[in-house]
């Protein structure tokens, strides 16, 4: 079982990333995907969260109505599309399910 996080970088104040979590060793239709967060110096943090039909979401209300959580099951892959992203985004980026974490991947919104 495993989760490979990709599409982090350095952006812009204002603009967008879109990060991907690859599952391998298990069917990700069958579980919640979930993204987390970890800025310096801090906790870890819930971001979203998608259900394995893809029809019900949940976001912190830090990220809520710029961030899209989103699946392709046929691709055992899940995203997040990070819109108007703030310095305050910045932070490793996790990927959860099936009581599994990912590595991370660095977003960083810096000018």
């Known amino acids: 079982v495993q989760l490979v996080e990709s599409g982090g970088g350095l952006v812009q104040p204002g603009g967008s990333l879109r990060l991907s979590c690859a599952a391998s060793g298990f069917t990700i239709s069958n579980y919640v995907m979930n993204w987390y967060r970890q800025a310096p110096g801090k906790v870890r943090e819930f971001v979203a969260a998608?259900?394995?039909?893809?029809?019900?979401?949940n976001y912190a209300v830090s990220v809520k109505g710029r961030f899209t959580i989103s699946r392709d099951n046929a691709k055992n892959t899940a995203y997040l599309q990070m819109n108007s992203l703030k310095a305050e985004d910045t932070a490793v980026y996790y990927c959860?399910?099936?009581?599994?974490w990912g590595r991370g991947t660095q977003v960083t919104v810096s000018s």
């Open positions: 998608i259900t394995g039909s893809g029809l019900d979401t």
């Open positions: 959860f399910a099936a009581a599994r």
